[in-house]
């Protein structure tokens, strides 16, 4: 274009306010579709895979967890509550001091029951559902509470898998209920801004109004929040990081290593595979999490269900 000629009228295209449209900062969780979706993309996992037998089990357990989503009714916060917690910078229902409503363990109930209905199970998952079926209500509550404070012991690890997932649904449905406006990212970026939990994973999405953004999605209760690029999610340096992937793969799940911590955390890169699944694909990806542990780094927080 010449100095002096009238550019041409054209529909705009991006922003008309100009600038680049900033990505939001949370979502929160959908009940009606989380577990299912993350049972389903197990269930294709599963085939061929050299855990599939776990796989399976754990395709099973997302698809109890659906279930009992749909079945439980859950009371959200007060309103006051939730702005007197997010104004001090603390997420307003925060795993460790949350008053639980026993609905959770009616939650429990049902996905126990789920595998009850089912025509084979391994003598082993028969064994912990009949240990919980038994002991009482105070008894779950202390396991539920050590699971929360991460001080689950070593017998307890079978058991521990059932209350995590109960767990999640209880908080998932929780976490739908708060209004996205009043919640907010925490001072400390690398937890859940609704919960206090750590992340099972960062997805780097690909399409929509900001792609390339990456959010991390929560171990508890299934909150997504954007995390910046680039940055150590445990100790939030930069200068250390680098990306590594299972050579001959299409590098769609990746580890993000940071050598100021000797942390990782897992990275799924929505461009090279749209069906990817923060909860499914990390469970599935376990191998992975071995190859880089033994060359010395610590994942930055376990997967609840990897307990076992």
């Not at 939650?107 to 079926?133: C, G, K, Q, Y």
């Not at 509550?141 to 898998?161: C, I, K, M, Q």
């Amino acid at each position: 274009m010449r100095q002096g000629e009238v550019a041409p009228k054209a529909p705009w295209i991006g922003n008309p306010q100009g600038g680049v449209t900033a990505p939001a900062p949370i979502i929160l969780p959908d009940p009606s579709t989380r577990f299912a979706r993350t049972s389903g993309r197990l269930g294709v996992l599963a085939v061929d895979h050299p855990m599939a037998q776990w796989l399976e089990f754990l395709c099973e357990l997302s698809q109890a967890q659906h279930d009992a989503a749909d079945m439980i009714d859950v009371t959200g916060p007060d309103a006051d509550d939730v702005a007197t917690a997010t104004d001090a910078g603390m997420p307003p229902l925060a795993a460790d001091g949350h008053e639980r409503d026993i609905v959770w363990r009616e939650a429990l109930t049902l996905v126990l029951r789920h595998f009850d209905r089912l025509p084979e199970v391994p003598d082993l998952v028969a064994s912990v559902i009949d240990s919980l079926n038994e002991v009482d209500g105070d008894t779950l509550e202390y396991l539920a509470n050590d699971f929360l404070s991460g001080n689950v012991a070593p017998e307890d690890a079978g058991r521990a898998v059932f209350i995590a997932a109960a767990l999640q649904v209880y908080f998932t449905k929780l976490a739908a209920t708060l209004d996205e406006s009043q919640v907010h990212l925490l001072p400390e970026r690398g937890l859940c801004p609704c919960c206090g939990s750590t992340p099972v994973a960062g997805v780097i999405t690909a399409s929509g109004s900001t792609p390339g953004v990456r959010y991390l999605y929560c171990s508890l209760c299934s909150t997504a929040w954007n995390h910046v690029r680039a940055v150590c999610i445990t100790c939030g340096q930069s200068a250390h990081l680098s990306l590594k992937s299972v050579e001959g793969e299409n590098g769609a799940v990746q580890v993000e290593t940071c050598d100021d911590c000797h942390t990782y955390a897992k990275m799924l890169y929505v461009a090279k595979d749209p069906r990817l699944d923060p909860y499914a694909d990390d469970l599935a990806s376990l191998g992975l999490d071995l190859m880089v542990a033994e060359v010395g780094w610590l994942r930055h927080a376990p997967n609840p269900l990897l307990l076992a």
